[in-house]
C-alpha cells in the first residue's frame, strides 16, 4: 500500500513527501479513503499511530475546494489538552505549508484577543481545547454552523478530564450534515454512547494496542517505601545509581508532581515539573528546557505528558505505579526509541504489587526487582500514616524542627515545608479542567464523577493486529505509543 492509492490530491501528497511520509501507517491506509469518501470514521487508535496525519491530509484534500467566512470555521478539531492541540496545530502547519490556510488555536492560557483577531479573519480549521471553544462561542465571536468536518481526538481522554458534557453540547451546535471523525484509544461505556448518538454509520477502523514493550528497554522494579519522605529518599538513592542523561518521572497525581519537583530543587537535582495545573507559557517553556538539555528531570502527570513530543529519553522512572496498566506502557515507550537502549525503573511500595502484577500480565513479562527484592512476609513499611495524618505528621515534625532552629540547617528534604506545600497545591489538585471555562464547570464535575466510574470499565483497544507494510512495523511504530 502506497499513499498514491488512497486518494489524496496532488497537493496533499506533496506534503507527504515533504514530511518524509513513505509508507502510510494501517490507521492512515484505513482511514484516508473512508474519510475522503466523506463518512463518519470511529477510530480506535492511540498517539504514535500515525492518527493526526490520518485526519489532516484528506481535510487537507477537501479544503482546496471552497473558502471560510469570518467566523464560521469548516473544520474543527477538538483536543483535550492545550499542548496536545499545539502539536495538532503544528502537524497542520507542517503538513498544509503548501496551502493558503487560516488556522487558529483556540486554547486557554492565551490571551483572547489574538484568538480573535484569527476568527475574525476566517479560520478554515480551528484546533480546540473544548472550554476555550465555548467560552468564544459564549461570546459571540464564533459561529459553529459553518463547520463540515469535526475531528474529536483523544476521546477517552476527554472523559478521564470530564469534557464530555462540553463535547455533547458542542456536537448539538454544529450542522447535522457534518462529518465527524472520532479517535479513542478505548471505547468505555460513556464514549459507546456519545459515539452512537453523534456518529452516523461510522466506519470503525481499530489499529492494534501497544500493549508489547519494545526489547531495547530495560525494565526493573525497585522496592519502596510507602511513607512519602522516605520515598523520595529512594528515588533519590536510586537516582544517584544511574547514568542518567535525561529522565522523566511520572508522577499519579499533580500534587505529587509538584512535591517532588520541589525536592528535587532542595536536592539540588536539575528539573522541571509538568502537570495539568500549570499555565500554558510554564509547560512549554519546562518542556522546552528539557528538550534543549537545559533540565535533566522532566517531572510530570500522564494528563500534561499524553501524546507530547517528548525527545529520547535516556530513563523513564516511575514515582507512582500508574492504576491503568496500559499507561505503563505508554510511560515507558518513552525511552529505548530507534534501537537505543532505554532504562525503565518503577518504584513499587507494598501497596502497589497487585497494580505490578497487573503490568506484568499485560506486557506478558516478569520483571527483576532492582537491588533488594521484597520478601514473601515483608509487610513493607508499617508507618504509612494514615489518611489525613500527613498534616497531624508535618505539623509535629516542624514543632520539632522550630525546636531544632539553634541547630545546623538542615539540608534535607524537609516535609514540614513539603507537607505545607501539599496542602495548598492539594486543594488546587482535582481543577484538571478548571483552568478552561466556568460555565461548564458544574456538569464537568458532575461528569468527572461518572467518568470516575466508566473509566473503572476501560479496556484496552485490542486491536486486529494491523501490520503496516505487509507485516512489517516500522521502530517508530514498534516502540509504545507515546502516552
Ligand atoms: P501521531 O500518532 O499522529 O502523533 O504520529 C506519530 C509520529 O509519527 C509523528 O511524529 C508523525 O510525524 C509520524 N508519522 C505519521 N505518519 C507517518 C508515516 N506514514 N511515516 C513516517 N512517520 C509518520
Redesign the pocket.
Given at each position: 500500500m502506497s499513499f498514491d492509492d488512497l486518494g489524496l490530491s496532488a497537493r496533499a501528497l506533496a506534503a507527504v513527501t515533504a514530511?518524509?511520509?513513505?509508507?502510510?501507517?494501517p490507521i492512515?491506509a484505513q482511514a484516508i479513503p473512508e474519510v475522503l469518501a466523506g463518512r463518519d470514521v470511529l477510530g480506535l487508535a492511540q498517539?504514535?499511530?500515525?492518527?493526526?496525519?490520518s485526519f489532516t491530509l484528506p481535510i487537507l484534500t477537501r479544503l482546496e475546494t471552497g473558502r471560510a467566512r469570518a467566523r464560521m470555521p469548516r473544520i474543527l478539531i477538538l483536543e483535550p489538552t492545550r499542548e496536545l492541540a499545539a502539536?495538532v496545530h503544528e502537524?497542520f502547519e507542517l503538513l498544509g505549508a503548501n496551502y493558503k490556510l487560516t488556522i487558529a488555536l483556540l486554547i486557554g492560557g492565551v490571551s483572547f484577543a489574538d484568538q480573535d483577531r484569527k476568527l475574525s479573519k476566517g479560520a478554515d480549521v480551528l484546533i480546540a481545547t473544548p472550554g476555550r471553544l465555548l467560552d468564544h462561542f459564549e461570546r459571540g465571536k464564533l459561529m459553529m454552523n459553518g463547520v463540515e468536518v469535526l475531528v474529536v481526538d483523544e476521546a477517552d481522554r476527554m472523559l478521564d478530564m470530564g469534557f464530555i458534557p462540553d463535547i455533547e453540547r458542542i456536537c448539538k451546535l454544529l450542522p447535522f450534515t457534518r462529518q465527524t471523525l472520532f479517535f479513542s484509544a478505548t471505547m468505555p461505556s460513556e464514549i459507546q454512547r456519545i459515539t452512537s448518538t453523534f456518529l452516523h454509520n461510522p466506519v470503525r477502523i481499530e489499529v492494534a494496542a501497544r500493549s508489547s514493550v519494545v526489547s531495547t528497554i530495560r525494565q526493573h522494579w525497585v522496592k519502596a517505601p510507602s511513607v512519602p519522605k522516605e520515598k523520595r529518599a529512594a528515588l533519590r538513592d536510586l537516582i544517584a545509581s544511574q547514568p542518567i542523561k535525561n529522565a522523566i518521572v511520572f508522577c499519579n497525581r499533580k500534587r505529587d508532581v509538584a512535591v517532588l519537583e520541589h525536592s528535587f530543587q532542595r536536592h539540588k537535582l536539575s528539573g522541571g515539573a509538568l502537570h495539568g495545573d500549570m499555565n500554558q507559557h510554564a509547560r512549554l517553556e519546562t518542556l522546552q528546557r528539557f528538550r534543549d538539555g537545559e533540565i535533566t528531570f522532566l517531572v510530570a502527570s500522564d494528563v500534561a505528558a499524553r501524546?507530547l513530543?517528548i525527545p529520547e529519553v535516556s530513563h523513564v522512572i516511575n514515582y507512582d505505579i500508574p492504576s491503568a496498566p496500559e499507561d505503563y506502557v505508554h510511560r515507558i515507550g518513552r525511552t529505548g526509541r530507534a534501537g537505543r537502549e532505554g532504562h525503565a525503573f518503577s518504584l513499587v511500595t507494598r501497596e502497589d504489587r497487585g497494580r505490578a502484577k497487573d503490568i506484568e500480565k499485560l506486557i506478558g513479562q516478569e520483571l527483576d526487582w532492582f537491588g533488594t527484592a521484597p520478601s514473601k512476609d515483608d509487610d513493607g513499611d508499617r508507618r504509612r500514616p494514615s489518611r489525613g495524618s500527613g498534616r497531624r505528621d508535618a505539623a509535629s515534625r516542624q514543632k520539632q524542627s522550630a525546636g531544632k532552629r539553634d541547630g545546623p540547617k538542615k539540608s534535607d528534604d524537609s516535609d514540614a515545608a513539603v507537607a505545607e506545600e501539599n496542602v495548598t497545591i492539594a486543594e488546587a489538585a482535582d481543577a484538571e479542567a478548571a483552568s478552561e471555562t466556568k460555565s461548564a464547570r458544574a456538569p464537568r464535575e458532575r461528569s468527572r464523577k461518572s467518568s470516575a466510574a466508566a473509566t473503572q470499565e476501560q479496556k484496552p483497544a485490542r486491536g486486529s493486529d494491523a501490520t503496516w507494510n505487509g507485516g512489517h512495523i516500522?521502530a517508530?511504530l514498534q516502540r509504545s505509543?507515546?502516552p
Open positions: 514530511a518524509g511520509f513513505e509508507i502510510p501507517t492512515q498517539t504514535g499511530t500515525g492518527k493526526t496525519a502539536q502537524s501524546g513530543d516500522p517508530f505509543v507515546r
